[in-house]
């Protein structure tokens, strides 16, 4: 197998929100509802959003830009006990992107206003996807160690400074 | 506001399908639920898949290695009108990464066995996600142009050649 190699992909736009310090963000837009922000798109893209508005939630992918590194093992915001990084939503990943499914606000030229704001202000866009339901949900799966959490605790639930 | 700006992500692995071409791939993975699939993780990276059999699917996050270059405005597999491209999962995007979910089969050492395979044999793996309910589904999202679409017609389309 070929190890070691790596791939570069463009930054599409800038996700503004209230974010300003990497503490006391909410751990997923379930968390943030209350959080609005803003994607700006590149503006050389503004045509490529045509029809996005007829979408009710897009699936934002992200440059965690602010951490630095990864360990194998990590003790999760949600949990006490360690679990492989791939078993948990770290940030400090191989590979630092963020996966957040938020809901449309409104769509006016290159910006798109949402709820469920739950990155650090300034962060870089490198994707989004129409969220389609017949692809995307999943509602009778399994989640491990993640199930035993009550969803009060996801909701409630806001960072700390451990994945500086 | 920052453009042109690109950001680089290690490949964690390989994603081995029965696809070999680019032509009759299933579209997605509730396409592809006959296709079964073997992702070899990095063998360093090994001790980070603690506890992800505990779930019972997974997102991946892919490198479309073989396409290139993007149109602003699409014609997707299921519709005969344009949209544009962030509308739609076309793989001939800004940054090409793919999205699927899909269901874990077993784990052993470094390799996961996963159903629903709707890669290219040999595709870069750059990142995987545990799916959790509580994050990942909105059951009742509202899907565009998509919402039109009939279940069946989804589950039995089939990639051509139009996205190499």
């Known amino acids: ?3 070691d190699k790596s791939v570069e992909f463009k930054i599409i ?13 909410p751990i997923q837009p379930v968390g943030g509802k209350e959080y609005r922000g803003v ?12 029809d996005l508005d007829g979408f009710s939630h897009i ?9 630095k ?18 078993a948990t939503r770290t940030p400090k ?17 290159n910006k798109i206003y949402f709820e469920g704001a739950d990155m650090l202000d300034g ?3 490198i994707d989004l996807k129409p969220f389609y339901t017949k692809f995307d949900n999943r509602p009778d799966a399994i989640c491990g160690w993640l199930d035993k959490k009550d969803e009060k605790v996801v909701r409630n639930m806001r960072s700390d400074d451990r994945f500086k």
């Open 1 to 3: 197998m070929k190890t």
């Open 13 to 25: 736009g800038t996700i503004h929100t209230p974010h300003t310090t990497i503490e006391n963000i």
């Open 39 to 50: 994607i700006e798109i590149l503006p050389e893209l503004t045509d490529a959003l045509q």
């Open 59 to 67: 699936i934002l992918l992200f440059h965690f830009h602010k951490t």
């Open 69 to 86: 590194g990864y360990k194998l093992k990590v003790k999760p915001f949600m949990d006490d006990a360690e679990h492989g990084l791939f």
């Open 93 to 109: 990943r191989p590979s630092p992107i963020g996966l957040s499914t938020v809901k449309i606000l409104k769509i006016e030229g």
């Open 123 to 125: 962060t870089p866009l």
